[in-house]
């Protein structure tokens, strides 16, 4: 039990910001060698659940800093973020694994596990309100130039397209690898079967450098090649309040915290009209400038909407800026709350408002059938889904409030797309820890999806801003204070992922799936 917990664990090595991907060839290779040793599927079940259980666990450690923010109310809490969401994902390795054992043993037992394995990971798009989070596609988001290469074929699979190619790769190289060196685990008999033979074994490890080697390629041809077109973005001021979440939590301060976002923005927007004049004596056309404050960065519930006041204020320490995308809370008509981002006017007034559509299961969003009031007063109410937002003398932008960058596939409105993303968080709940690293890479996938420049704008880091395909444009650290700014470039024409989403990743899974059950009957 506590042996495949731990291999289950090692493959969080694998996830941002380590990005290890080594270790997934021991890890999977383990997985995938007591699938082909085992004839039940209780068995199966048992390790595949195992696993899971210890990758989700480690992948999502980090949860349980949100409570001890909180410490004092929900100290009873504390052992469960982390081990509790990872009870709930377990399963979705689990199921696979079982399954992969009504297929014979060898090569396509693995493969089915591996399809298997992707079309239940984006089921997790259904569970509760949704928990797409660690999908292990974004392993292949490392810093740099070569995670801009290895993340380019998403714009036509998407991460789950990545999390397929990855998780076989890593079992067919890690089973192949293990027999070379004929490895064992304690839960394999001495006398296993090896998964392959040695002609196989070449076949795989030739395969899989070929197929490295083509992905590189196309990466690299797609970076290189594709230009962006059209009308280019606005300049964007991302405002990096570096507010504690103890203050806002206890309501501390909110004078002190609403004038250092005013002076921050008064920075930021000066700097960018610095650029606006440079680009203008160049003779390029003008660049509006849009400034961004992060999610509930306004102090106060209804303040922002309710009082004119406060938002003429805000854009007079704008300095003429013509547009601000303001992350608050606010309350609907019916009096429940809702998690929002209000657009306003150089006049101040509140020209759009997207509510977040997408709330955080156990934190804005209560299961029913909890029966414990974890999430006060029952939670937020949720949006409509994703909106385009067409603002004046600004080139139509999509909002999305903190955890819907998550969700690939569904993050722009496919009727209405926008030529920009704007991203407004907080995860300041989760420590300067692996979290807010996870969700920044997150953030750059869905770029290279939808061919959409993004820009970030979060409380306490990580702020940034990327073109259509995924390229870090700028970027204000953890914990740092201060106003980011960034030309936002044109948008890349519509990516075939943008086009058909979801149903490109789990076509390639069904037809490796079925491939693998004809062979069978064939057989």
Not at 84 to 94: E, Q, R
Not at 174 to 182: F, I, N, T, V
Not at 222 to 251: C, D, H, L, W
Request: proline fraction near 7%.
């Amino acid at each position: 039990m506590g042996f495949m917990l731990g291999v289950g664990a090692l493959s969080a090595l694998a996830l941002p910001p380590l990005h290890f991907l080594p270790i997934l060839l021991l890890t999977f290779g383990i997985l995938g060698r007591i699938l082909n040793t085992t004839t039940s599927w209780k068995h199966a079940a048992w390790a595949g659940c195992l696993f899971g259980f210890g990758f989700y666990t480690a992948g999502l450690y980090w949860l349980v800093n949100a409570v001890l923010i909180r410490a004092d109310e929900f100290w009873w809490f504390v052992p469960f973020p982390s081990m509790g969401c990872a009870l709930i994902l377990a399963p979705m390795v689990g199921v696979p694994a079982a399954l992969s054992t009504f297929v014979p043993s060898g090569l396509r037992r693995l493969a089915f596990f591996a399809g298997a394995w992707t079309v239940f990971d984006m089921g997790r798009t259904f569970l509760f309100s949704g928990f797409t989070w660690n999908a292990l596609g974004s392993c292949l988001a490392i810093p740099g130039l070569v995670g801009d290469l290895l993340i380019q074929p998403a714009a036509w699979v998407g991460e789950d397209g990545l999390t397929l190619a990855l998780v076989l790769a890593s079992l067919l190289c890690g089973s192949a690898l293990l027999d070379s060196l004929h490895l064992h685990t304690p839960f394999t008999p001495q006398s296993a079967a090896p998964c392959c033979t040695s002609t196989e074994r070449r076949r795989i490890y030739v395969g899989c450098l070929a197929a490295s080697a083509l992905w590189l390629g196309v990466g690299a041809v797609r970076f290189y090649s594709i230009q962006p077109q059209g009308e280019s973005g606005p300049i964007a001021v991302m405002v990096q309040g570096n507010v504690p979440e103890t203050e806002k939590v206890g309501r501390l301060r909110p004078r002190d915290i609403f004038l250092r976002y005013l002076r921050l923005t008064a920075q930021g927007v000066q700097q960018a009209r610095q650029i606006q004049i440079q680009q203008a004596a160049s003779g390029a056309p003008y660049r509006p400038i849009v400034f961004l404050w992060p999610e509930t960065s306004f102090p106060g519930y209804d303040l922002l909407q309710d009082t004119p006041k406060a938002r003429e204020v805000i854009m007079d320490w704008a300095l003429g800026a013509d547009a601000g995308i303001i992350g608050a809370l606010r309350q609907d008509d019916n009096g429940r709350y809702r998690n929002s981002v209000l657009a306003l006017a150089p006049d101040g007034a509140v020209s759009a408002v997207y509510d977040k559509a997408r709330l955080v299961p156990f934190g804005e969003y209560q299961p029913s059938f909890i029966p414990l009031q974890i999430v006060p007063q029952g939670g937020l109410a949720a949006g409509p889904g994703p909106q385009t937002w067409h603002l004046a003398n600004i080139p139509p932008v999509g909002p999305l409030i903190c955890y819907e960058v998550i969700f690939s596939g569904d993050v722009t409105n496919h009727h209405d797309r926008p030529r920009w993303l704007a991203n407004v968080t907080n995860d300041g709940w989760f420590g300067n820890s692996a979290g807010p690293r996870q969700h920044l890479e997150s953030v750059r996938l869905r770029a290279v999806e939808e061919g959409l420049p993004i820009v970030r704008a979060a409380n306490t880091g990580i702020s940034a801003a990327f073109d259509g395909r995924g390229h870090l444009l700028a970027k204000l650290g953890w914990d740092k204070t201060g106003a980011l700014v960034s030309a936002v470039p044109a948008a890349l024409s519509r990516t075939f992922f943008g086009h058909y989403g979801q149903a490109v990743p789990l076509l390639f899974c069904i037809l490796l799936i079925l491939g693998v059950s004809i062979r069978r009957r064939k057989a």
